[in-house]
């Protein structure tokens, strides 16, 4: 899919966080879309974690476009105060 773009981000050679893009996605909800841009996560409820982020649009056919995805690890931090 030409225009696309996946990026995967490694720490220590683990996994940190991955973004994708669909370029033929983004164009055809760009075609004939209503001027709304849905987003929306997840939390992955495995023994490693993380959250999945969606953008999504819809067209005038009520036709979803899934433009843009990303997983990323969760990271606590405990506050002492």
Same mark, same amino acid.
């Given at each position: 899919? @030409?225009? #696309?773009? %996946? ?7 683990? /996994? $940190?966080? $991955?973004?994708?893009? &669909?370029?033929?996605? *983004?164009?055809? /909800? &760009? #075609?004939? !879309?209503? @001027? =709304?841009? %849905? &987003?929306?996560?997840?939390?992955? *409820?495995? *023994? /490693? ?6 953008? +999504? ?7 979803? !476009? @899934?433009?843009? &995805?990303? =997983?990323?690890? =969760? =990271?606590? +931090?405990?506050?002492?105060?």
């Amino acid at each position: 899919n @030409p225009g #696309s773009t %996946f990026l995967l981000n490694l720490e220590n050679r683990q /996994f $940190s966080s $991955s973004y994708m893009y &669909l370029d033929a996605c *983004k164009r055809g /909800f &760009l #075609s004939a !879309y209503r @001027p =709304v841009l %849905f &987003l929306d996560g997840c939390h992955i *409820k495995t *023994k /490693f974690g993380g959250i999945i982020l969606t953008a +999504v649009g819809i067209d005038t056919n009520d036709c979803i !476009y @899934p433009i843009a &995805l990303a =997983v990323l690890e =969760v =990271v606590s +931090v405990d506050i002492e105060g």
